[in-house]
């Protein structure tokens, strides 16, 4: 029987050990701390895997501006150092029975149990359990109790907090010799409990500061610790002589802070000043996560392993979420791996931010407002590759730095800017948050806007608007012009753009006049916009009517698709140099689909088929964000066998390890991917014109499927239960909501209404 709550792992799988690690990271957005073993690394070398949003180090990839980062592993603060009779503790084959590692994604721990057998036979229980609270995000918590089963064993213990650690340089699940790599800290301070170090690899690199609060109980008392400290280590040792049965227990408080947040060390004393006890702590965590899931859970009645698989990917999206500082943003792999450095791309935009702008806005807010903080950075790429207005880097860190390694693409990746100016458009629309558009959106909106004004290129033969020189989301096709998802995609941010300041000059018009000073903003430039939107090509096939990813896809050769990829599991550049690809008909990953999914209105339903037939088969899936337009599609067009599978092989994408490669962090794009498979596929929901859409297309699988919707400052409570669907108004919004069921329109106005189609 699944329990739908919690994910475990048992027996312990030895060979693959670190290779499961990512799945078991726990988080609050401020840190994500991976499953690792707590004692599994001798002396004083600690591997660990934590990493706290904004905290980079100098990478060694040759980046845009010479400068590129990476996610630094911080220390490790849950290291410990067990002997059993002067007998190291490790995880290994022969040695431990009864293992354990699971996940509660109710309560946010992870607890891990085994029994442990020495030379001699002496066999001694262990559990350990932790906790990153999302009620303090300051504070960890992490407990051990020990109970020997035989003999009288001496029993000694070294916990600490050790910043003796390295990048993990993990790549691929494939077995490796694992070798770390290099380490970013320096221990300025070691002294009592607390630790301080610094990120030594960036010249103001920031500032680190740990400090823990130990407490040893068995049954005849408190157990006192002496200090053990070491290099870059901070730690208590704890001896005792362990009887049978009789359990003693380590509970441990770790508080941090980084020079991100202020005055760090005094940040620091006055949260281990006021620390509560491990209980206390960990309750309040648990009551902070009841609330989340409130908002967030999807409940699917008759399918347990979806419903877990679905938490489980709703549960790692939330809590890597940095909301609480809109200095940052959410990265590729979140707070899980190292994997594209901790930086973010336009999956955050695109696959991610859908899913908390109808589930949690705030966060959508927060991530907007980082686009909108490095947008002085974005101008300044502009201005240096001779465009004007902004254009954001394919790949930031924390300042909007193009860190994308020289000669890879970035100058042609473009759509991203489309891509934020679509996410803001979504969220203004989602929420009415005019506060956002007014500070923030109208600026975002015009500064890009104007560089697709002069990225545009007016050919004078053929008398049209283009965008030449681009690579669309199949990013096999390294340069195409007139990328047909770039295109559309710019002609939106256009056309939003300009009903942007249309809106603002009508609600606020000295706020409006203030803008259009400080922007420099002259009328003529809005009606530009039109022009050259309405003017740009769209690759499309009129005879086929099949829109065409850019104006070359349609003549290429076709893709023996069965020699090219013969192992769904590797890619095709590990069989073809990658300079290969734009001979053929192949696609990296869902361009057009994405592209008709995100603007569903703009398209027939015999266009969106023609579409999906087309470049299904073409589709090598090479990335992890190529599954779900694919599942949501499917599903849109009524094909259920099909959309189910897309979408488990989202769902189950790294539970599964499906590429072999969630050692180096979780998918995040396929987190929110899932979610978008479920509720803009199977619940068919979108946006368009003032309402929301919704549209059963269950699988048949499943029998009913619940789920909450903020619109509009409302919240729906949604019930598709086969083919009837029935919304419940939870909390009003600013006006009555509007809505479109199964092609019904109705109107939500009072709290309790409930309407069913
Ligand atoms: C995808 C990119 C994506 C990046 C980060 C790559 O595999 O092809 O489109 O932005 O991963 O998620």
């Not at 090598?620 to 964000?625: E, G, I, M, T, V």
Request: charged share 25%; aromatic share 10%; glycine share 8%.
């Amino acid at each position: 029987m699944i329990d739908s709550w919690t994910l475990s792992e048992t027996p312990c799988a030895f060979d693959r050990r670190l290779g499961t690690d990512a799945l078991f990271t726990l988080g609050n957005g401020y840190l994500g701390c991976r499953g690792f073993f707590e004692e599994e690394q001798e002396g004083v070398e600690a591997l660990g895997g934590i990493y706290m949003a904004g905290v980079f180090g100098k990478g060694d990839l040759k980046a845009w501006k010479g400068m590129h980062r990476e996610l630094v592993n911080t220390p490790n603060f849950l290291w410990m150092s067990i002997r059993v009779d002067g007998e190291p503790v490790l995880a290994r084959p022969r040695r431990i029975s009864s293992y354990k590692r699971l996940l509660n994604m109710r309560t946010g721990t992870m607890t891990r149990s085994f029994i442990w057998k020495s030379a001699r036979g002496i066999q001694v229980r262990f559990e350990f359990e932790r906790f990153m609270s999302v009620a303090d995000l300051h504070v960890a918590g992490q407990r051990l109790r020990i109970t020997p089963l035989n003999g009288k064993p001496r029993i000694e213990l070294v916990s600490g907090i050790n910043a003796n650690v390295k990048q993990h340089n993990l790549v691929t699940t494939i077995p490796l010799p694992i070798q770390p790599g290099r380490p970013h800290l320096r221990t300025l301070k070691a002294a009592g409990n607390v630790i301080e170090t610094q990120v030594e690899t960036l010249p103001d690199g920031v500032k680190i500061v740990e400090g823990q609060r130990i407490a040893v109980e068995g049954p005849a008392g408190r157990i006192r610790g002496v200090p053990a400290p070491a290099p870059g280590l901070v730690a208590e040792r704890f001896v005792f002589n362990g009887r049978v049965n009789e359990t003693v227990q380590l509970t441990k408080t770790i508080h941090y802070f980084t020079s991100r947040d202020g005055q760090a060390m005094t940040l620091l004393k006055k949260s281990m000043a006021r620390a509560k006890d491990y209980d206390r702590l960990l309750q309040a965590h648990q009551r902070a996560w009841v609330n989340k899931w409130r908002e967030i859970d999807i409940e699917i009645d008759g399918a347990m392993d979806d419903q877990q698989a679905v938490r489980f990917n709703l549960f790692q999206l939330v809590q890597a979420c940095p909301e609480h500082d809109s200095r940052v943003s959410l990265g590729a792999r979140g707070l899980s791996g190292e994997m594209h450095e901790g930086s973010v791309f336009w999956d955050n935009e695109i696959f991610k931010l859908p899913f908390f702008t109808f589930a949690h806005p705030p966060a959508t807010r927060s991530m907007l407002r980082f686009r909108h903080r490095t947008l002085p950075e974005a101008r300044r790429h502009a201005k240096d590759l001779w465009f004007e207005g902004a254009m954001y880097a394919w790949k930031s860190g924390d300042d909007g730095v193009e860190e994308t390694e020289m000669g890879v693409g970035a100058y042609y990746a473009i759509h991203i800017i489309a891509d934020i100016a679509y996410a803001l458009r979504q969220y203004w629309e989602a929420t009415g948050d005019d506060d956002f558009l007014f500070r923030y959106g109208t600026e975002i909106l015009i500064e890009t806007a104007r560089f697709w004004k002069s990225r545009i290129h007016y050919d004078p033969i053929r008398k049209t608007h283009n965008i030449l020189a681009v690579r669309g989301p199949n990013e096999y096709d390294v340069i195409v012009n007139n990328n047909c998802f770039t295109n559309m995609m710019v002609q939106e941010n256009m056309r939003y753009a300009g009903e942007a300041v249309a809106f603002i000059q009508k609600t606020d018009p000295s706020a409006w006049r203030k803008l259009a000073a400080r922007l420099k903003l002259k009328p003529r430039e809005i009606d530009a916009w039109k022009t050259c939107a309405k003017g740009l090509v769209i690759s499309y096939d009129k005879q086929r009517d099949l829109y065409a990813e850019d104006d070359m896809y349609l003549h290429r050769v076709p893709f023996d698709m069965k020699r090219g990829k013969p192992d769904a599991r590797r890619v095709i550049d590990s069989t073809l140099p990658y300079e290969a690809m734009a001979y053929y008909q192949i696609t990296k990953q869902s361009d057009v689909v994405t592209l008709m999914n995100l603007l569903p209105w703009k398209f027939t339903p015999r266009q969106k088929k023609l579409a999906y037939e087309f470049y299904e088969p073409k589709t090598a899936h090479d990335s992890s964000l190529s599954f779900t337009p694919h599942a949501v599609m499917a599903a849109r067009l009524g094909m259920k066998k099909e959309a189910y599978r897309y979408f488990r092989e989202c769902a189950y994408l790294d539970i599964a390890d499906r590429q072999l490669n969630t050692i180096s962090g979780l998918h995040f794009a396929n987190l929110g991917g899932t979610w978008q498979a479920v509720i803009q596929g199977f619940a068919g929901l979108y946006q368009h014109d003032n309402r929301l859409y919704l549209a059963p297309h269950l699988p048949s699988a499943w029998q009913a499927l619940r789920f909450r919707v903020n619109y509009r400052g409302a919240l729906l409570q949604v019930e598709m239960r086969g083919c009837k669907t029935t919304v419940t108004l939870e909390r009003a919004g600013t006006q009555p909501i509007s809505l479109n069921l199964d092609g019904r329109s109705v109107r939500l106005i009072r709290v309790g209404q409930m309407v069913s189609v």
